[in-house]
Nanobody, 123 residues
């Protein structure tokens, strides 16, 4: 059974940093692409970052501020978020890419979603 569990969210001020974790069981992260998405109230779930064997890929809105990394020994993926802005507020999810995405990854390319972790950035 594949299970992903996010953690590390919280309430921070603009300009602060957070590191999210996505602990994966049932899949080896070194053999899969793991994506990060976020969803703000009343908005669609949007792509944030993806990490895989070919490297990392980021949404333009977070490029230069967010960095995804992985620890194969822990089978865990991380999202380091720096210079946070109020518009980064939302529930952050990780998931396994199960259909190849070309261009901007979309939610339907992913399965095995975690329960999400709330990130709130105050101005």
């Amino acid at each position: 059974q594949v299970q992903l569990v996010e953690s590390g969210g919280g309430l921070v001020q603009a300009g602060d940093s957070l590191r999210l974790s996505c602990s994966v069981s049932g899949r080896t992260i070194s053999r899969n692409r793991i994506g990060w998405f976020r969803q703000a109230p009343g908005k669609e779930r949007e792509f944030v970052a993806r990490i895989g064997r070919s490297g990392s890929y980021y949404a333009d809105s977070v490029k230069g501020r967010f960095t995804s990394s992985s620890d194969d020994a822990k089978n865990t993926v991380y999202l380091q978020m720096n210079s946070l802005k109020p518009e980064d507020t939302g529930i952050y999810f990780c998931a396994v890419e199960t259909s190849l995405s070309v261009g901007t990854p979309m939610p339907w390319h992913y399965e095995h979603w975690g329960q999400g972790t709330q990130v709130t950035v105050s101005s």
